[in-house]
């Protein structure tokens, strides 16, 4: 039974690029939430998908966007990026209707220069 | 704002000795979980009590939960090198535009010594 997967698992880009990240949930999951970890600080809440629309986001501008496929995947993409969005982040995947156990990936280190 | 809180922010013991963190919450909660996370990676789900539990055990683990006192603890027993990572709480509150999301303190960094 695979676990929640993410690509790529570093990544580095400079400031005003884009970027997206990509996660497929645990096998027989259909709720993709986003988290942003900063470096010595608790995962931030970034939005949650199901049937492929965002259900709920966090405080986080628009310049973060996400998307949810039929296969339950998902992507979050990062316009614009700034120094401030280097981070670890996390994709948690779970089911809709147990929506708060939540089995996280092993995230993506993305450093902003 | 960030809902959960840990205490304190870095325990350092001894193998075999035992560990306790707390966390404390603000508002109110349908379930308080803790995790595990190894140097910077992804977080390990240790356990989930609800808000209508009071005491959880996984192995090692205790959990309790005090609603009233809006806090939790976490007791890991015999801790072992292996145990040494950062540990959040973090709550699941109940309100319906925000179900399902988790609110995460900073953590807790644990070293266990050899």
């Known amino acids: 039974d695979a676990g929640v997967t993410q690509s790529p698992t570093h990544l580095i880009k400079t400031r005003g690029q884009q970027v997206t990240l990509r996660c497929s949930p645990k096998?027989?999951?259909?709720?993709v939430s986003w988290y942003q970890q900063a470096l010595g600080q608790g995962p931030q809440f970034i939005f949650q998908y199901y049937e492929e629309e965002e259900r709920q986001r966090g405080n986080f501008p628009d310049r973060f966007s996400g998307h949810q496929f039929p296969n339950y995947s998902s992507e979050l993409n990062v316009n614009a990026l700034l120094l401030g969005d280097s981070a670890l982040y996390l994709c948690?995947?779970?089911?809709?209707?147990?929506?708060?156990?939540?089995?996280f990936g092993p995230g993506t280190r993305l450093t902003v220069t | 704002s960030q809902q959960g809180e840990e205490d304190p922010q870095a325990l350092s013991i001894q193998e075999g000795e035992n560990a306790t963190m707390n966390c404390s919450y603000k508002t109110s909660i349908n379930n308080l979980q803790w995790y595990r996370q190894n140097s910077g990676r992804g977080l390990v789900h240790l356990i989930l009590?609800?808000?209508?539990?009071r005491e959880k055990h996984s192995g090692r683990l205790r959990v309790t939960l005090d609603t009233s006192k809006k806090s939790s603890s976490l007791l890991i027993t015999a801790s072992r090198a292996a145990d040494t990572a950062s540990y959040f709480c973090?709550?699941?509150?109940?309100?319906?535009?925000?179900?399902?999301?988790?609110?995460f303190g900073r953590g807790t960094q644990l070293t266990v010594w050899p």
């Open positions: 973090a709550t699941g509150v109940d309100r319906g535009s925000t179900l399902g999301r988790l609110y």
């Open positions: 948690a995947s779970s089911l809709a209707e147990s929506e708060y156990e939540q089995y």
């Open positions: 096998s027989g999951h259909d709720t």
């Open positions: 009590i609800r808000s209508n539990e």
